[in-house]
Nanobody, 122 residues
Framework: QVQLVESGGGLVQAGGSLRLSCAAS????????MGWFRQAPGKDREFVAAITWNGINTYYADSVKGRFIISRDNAKNTVYLQMNSLKPEDTAVYYC???????????????WGQGTQVTVSS
């Protein structure tokens, strides 16, 4: 059993930055990749970014390339999402999840955090 806890969300103006954190506890394995997804009201859960636990590869949705950076700190068992140049359309609840392989498909993920709200004002 793995528990994930997201933090760092909040309210920012367009063009601002936020850094989200996802801390893992319980049984964790290097074989698990981590991903960030977001979900706005009335919309499906949307892929944002993913990273292999060994950090060799990262993946981004086209909508966030060049603005967001996913990273990890294995010593802290934590994954981060640095969000820059935020836009109102980035407003959503952001979730981190764990998967056996890096994937952009929510159904491939085995466990999820509770989510953290990000609101970007125009």
């Amino acid at each position: 059993q793995v528990q994930l806890v997201e933090s760092g969300g909040g309210l920012v103006q367009a063009g601002g930055s936020l850094r989200l954190s996802c801390a893992a506890s319980g049984r964790t394995f290097s074989a698990y990749a981590m991903g960030w997804f977001r979900q706005a009201p009335g919309k499906d859960r949307e892929f944002v970014a993913a990273i292999t636990w060994n950090g060799i590869n990262t993946y981004y949705a086209d909508s966030v390339k060049g603005r967001f950076i996913i990273s990890r700190d294995n010593a802290k068992n934590t994954v981060y999402l640095q969000m820059n140049s935020l836009k109102p359309e980035d407003t959503a609840v952001y979730y981190c999840g764990g998967s056996s392989l890096a994937s952009s498909r929510p159904r491939e993920y085995d466990f999820w955090g509770q989510g953290t709200q990000v609101t970007v004002s125009s």
